[in-house]
């Protein structure tokens, strides 16, 4: 038998596997990847190199207002490590200026006081000037244009009216943005519920280059790099980070340049052969897309082109708000036959109902999906086409 350890919430859970059984256990090639300095290190050399652009500091001098885009409580942004490097290095150049930060909730619910402590530390909790973003405030919104889709451009007006906007935010693979990073901070980072819903839509996500790691060509993509250089990016941040959330690589610079420079580099290390076609994949969301299974289900996302009807999947994850997104579950509910399901979310589209898209198309397969999660009831699962099992043992002997 071989001990496998697996991602759970904040620590580990361990199951055992009869050894010919194993197929291989795929990792990103960031896990091992080591790189030649430190966190701090690496984000200064960053700023002190920035790509297609001069240094921010240099962009900084003469500004009065200036935004810090940076992401919220769902993201693994090691802001701890980044904020405070970022913050000095604008100060060095605008030592009076006006500075907020922004925080990019997209259509997520509001950061916490403790969440904002436990992702920016106390020091800049208690120093510097946050907004979290609304994406229904309308007050604080401003149409700013139209975007190549089509869809209205309305964005924070913080970001809009600053003489310096700054963007940090992580990269990673993403199932229909092609990468995270970059022009995301602000589609659907500081964007309107409108917008979001726009650029997010299953018209969007159904579009055959809305893939991941495919940029050109994605109607999704386009849209968030036109919101991003309408809102006036001034500089970004992109983080790659490994499997236990430390800075990889960083590429700051130029929008589109540092963004398209982060992703080759990542591109690297996430691809992956497979040995053999396996019956049976278990995939786990990892902290803190593991916070409820809205953002958890990404991993079965990830294998929507390879399952098929002779697959299991053995999703795993504490997910300990719940399913937390009325929006995804409902039409399950309402509809559980597949194609009026797909009827009812081509027509009634909200924001959470982007990831049924995919997933649909993995049930429609007739691929077998197994939950393992204590905070996520049968008869939710059941709607989802879905099984619950209480522990990964118990899902992988099953299967």
């Known amino acids: 038998m071989r001990e496998i350890q697996f991602p759970y919430g904040r620590g580990h859970l361990t199951c055992a596997l009869e050894e010919e059984r194993l197929n291989d256990v795929l990792l990103s090639g960031v896990e091992s990847y080591v790189p030649e300095h430190d966190q701090q290190e690496l984000v200064r050399l960053a700023l002190e190199n920035p790509v297609g652009q001069p240094r921010l500091s240099k962009l900084a001098e003469g500004k009065k207002n200036i935004v810090v885009i940076t992401s919220d409580h769902t993201r693994p942004v090691p802001s701890k490590i980044t904020l405070p490097l970022l913050l000095e290095e604008i100060r060095r150049g605008a030592p009076q200026a006006d500075v907020t930060i922004l925080v990019a909730t997209g259509c997520h619910r509001s950061m916490t006081e403790a969440e904002q402590l436990d992702k920016f530390g106390e020091e800049v909790c208690r120093r510097e000037k946050i907004v979290v973003h609304d994406c229904d405030d309308a007050e604080n919104l401003t149409d700013i244009g139209q975007l190549p889709s089509g869809g209205r451009c309305i964005v924070n007006r913080l970001a809009v009216e600053a003489d310096l906007l700054v963007a940090e935010g992580f990269i990673e693979p993403h199932f229909f943005a092609g990468f995270s990073g970059g022009r995301k ?83 690297g290390f996430c691809m992956v052969e497979l040995p053999a076609k396996p019956d049976i994949y278990v995939v786990c969301p990892g902290h803190p897309l593991n916070i409820d299974m809205y953002q958890g289900v990404k991993p079965l996302i990830a294998l929507h082109r390879l399952a098929d009807e002779n697959t299991t999947v053995i999703l795993y994850g504490d997910f300990n708000e719940g399913i937390n997104a009325p929006d995804f579950i409902e039409p399950f509910r309402a509809y559980p036959d597949l194609e009026e399901l797909k009827e009812y979310v081509w027509s009634h589209y909200e924001i959470q109902m982007d990831h049924i898209v995919p997933i649909r198309e993995i049930l429609k397969k007739k691929t077998r999906v197994m939950v393992v999660s204590e905070n996520v009831s049968k008869e939710d699962l059941a709607a989802m086409h879905m099984e619950k099992y209480d522990t990964l043992q118990e899902a992988i002997d099953t299967a």
Request: hydrophobic share 40%.
């Open 185 to 267: 901070a602000v589609l659907p980072g500081v964007a309107g519920r409108a917008t979001v819903l726009e650029n997010h839509c299953s018209r969007h996500i159904a579009h055959e280059k809305a893939r991941t790691g495919i940029l050109e060509g994605n109607p999704i993509h386009e849209d968030m790099l036109e919101a991003a250089n309408m809102c006036g990016v001034d500089y970004s941040v992109n983080i790659v980070m490994n499997q236990e959330y430390k800075v990889a690589g960083i590429f700051s610079g130029e929008l589109q340049e540092s963004h398209e420079a982060a992703a080759a580099f990542l591109k």
